[in-house]
């Protein structure tokens, strides 16, 4: 029977509880069943027994069942925070040529610069800079890929100087500009296929990490994807090179070890950054609704999208897109197939 990341009592939400974890703020509220108060996971006062406390996922829900705001550490206060947030979000958003600076941000939303940049980082889950750094990026691949000059575009998107874009190319863009331009031509792209407990595996990387894992019954038909999506790039087998990594795979499909920290190289909206990063934190054996994870981003009404942003995920199980279901009931999609995502709840529930 699959667990429902509201219902389930995890480890990881109570370990929060207890270490008294700020990244958790916003996205749980314990109530006590004694006392008929929430909090939210920071909260200094005493912990309680675990058996007298129910996880929430929003400060309603809490107040829907009786429990009364902490007096001591406001839980109710959150939500206007998120507002602030958001509101942020989109002024970075505005600036096409430009990274507003702390400054400038925590004076928007009213809030002190450090106050607002640790805020910002719990509940978006990068910092102000990097938010801002990476709508630039896109702004940059949508003028390269419309045709404009590479020395047109960085300026027009605000990087100082052609230099320090060249610095940043591999971390922004995962190659040089030049070679985004022309879709990857002349990328190196090693690859590999393995059989395994879900049907045949292949994996491609470039020397940054993965950037593509894909599940199938037909490995020619995997491999021609595979040459399709990279069609401009330098790709070539490397079965001993990526050994390591697709040993660790299928044990991880064959139900032997939780799959660990693995490097990867894909290229991705600020959007997708953010709902991919909220799927690395989903704990093995939970899974969540696509609503969930579009309020735990700060995107409440954003359901299709992180839908959409699961389905293009282009390193599925590595950023494990299979343990979030529709709120509504079922399985919904899955990019390899709704039996491989039943067959891999079912086995993180072994």
């Given amino acids: 029977m699959m667990k429902s990341a509201q219902l389930d009592f995890a480890e990881e939400i109570w370990q929060a509880v207890v270490s008294r974890d700020s990244k958790f703020d916003g996205k749980i509220f314990y109530g006590v069943h004694s006392t008929k108060i929430y909090c939210r996971p920071s909260c200094p006062s005493r912990k309680p027994n675990r058996s007298q406390v129910t996880i929430f996922q929003s400060a309603q829900a809490a107040e829907l069942q009786g429990f009364r705001p902490c007096k001591r550490c406001q839980p109710h206060a959150i939500a206007p925070t998120i507002n602030k947030i958001l509101t942020a979000c989109r002024y970075i958003e505005a600036q096409s040529d430009r990274v507003p600076t702390l400054t400038e941000l925590s004076t928007q939303v009213a809030m002190s610069p450090t106050h607002f940049q640790r805020v910002f980082k719990q509940i978006v889950g990068v910092t102000p800079f990097e938010y801002g750094n990476a ?189 979030v279901l529709p709120k509504a009931g079922g399985l919904g999609g899955y990019r390899w197939g709704v039996s491989r995502k039943q067959a891999l709840l079912e086995m993180e529930q072994l």
């Fill in 135 to 323: 709508q630039r990026r896109e702004r940059l691949k949508q003028h390269l890929h419309q045709g404009v000059k590479i020395t047109d575009a960085l300026y027009e998107v605000g990087y100082g100087s052609s230099s320090r874009l060249y610095e940043q190319a591999p971390e922004q863009l995962g190659m040089t500009p030049a070679r985004y331009k022309q879709h990857g031509r002349g990328e190196e792209i090693r690859y590999t296929s393995a059989n395994s407990p879900l049907g045949y595996l292949t994996i491609a990387a470039t020397k940054r990490g993965i950037c593509s894992v894909k599940l199938g019954d037909d490995l020619a038909k995997l491999e021609n994807e595979l040459h399709n999506e990279f069609c401009h790039a330098s790709l070539h087998r490397a079965d001993e090179e990526l050994q390591e990594w697709t040993q660790a795979l299928i044990n991880y499909l064959s139900g032997k070890l939780s799959l660990s920290e693995l490097p990867y190289d894909v290229k991705a909206t600020a959007f997708q950054i953010q709902v991919w990063e909220a799927l690395k934190q989903i704990p093995f054996g939970t899974t969540v609704s696509y609503s969930d994870v579009a309020c735990s981003i700060g995107h409440p009404t954003a359901i299709r999208a992180v839908a959409r942003a699961c389905a293009t995920n282009p390193i599925a199980l590595i950023i494990p897109c299979h343990r």
